[in-house]
């Protein structure tokens, strides 16, 4: 599992994934900010997006790509115009676009409720 990880927007919302995933007994391992990852320690790897920057895997699990939550809401409320608030939105887009561009195989986008209005429409059969 090692070559697979789960990525969210914030350390909240992946603290709730981990202790899902914990309770469930699947293994999993902490990519923390100003640690290197151990490559040949077990388990789903769990980040932030911020700290997948320069990592690579086989595959990516975004998970919680909803609405208010990527964009982060309090992200852009702390635009004071339209220009910082579009520059905010921005910024959102290529940290989605870091953590989808991390793996080599496969991305997965895992959504519950209204969907990121960053993501493009899929339709469906």
């Known amino acids: 599992m090692s070559e697979a990880c ?53 595959r990516i699990a975004i998970a919680d790509a909803n609405r208010g939550i990527l964009p982060l809401e309090a992200s852009l409320a702390e635009a004071a115009d339209p220009a910082s608030r579009r520059e905010a939105e921005h910024r959102e887009r290529r940290l989605l676009f870091v953590a989808a561009t991390r793996a080599r195989r496969e991305v997965n986008v895992l959504v519950s409720g209204d969907p990121s209005p960053l993501l493009p429409a899929v339709v469906g059969p």
């Open 6 to 58: 789960l990525v969210t927007r914030t350390q909240a919302v992946l603290d709730r994934f981990a202790e899902a995933l914990n309770a469930a007994g699947v293994a999993t391992y902490r990519v923390r900010r100003n640690e290197a990852e151990d490559r040949v320690a077990p388990g789903l790897r769990l980040a932030t997006m911020h700290r997948v920057k320069g990592l690579t895997f086989g």
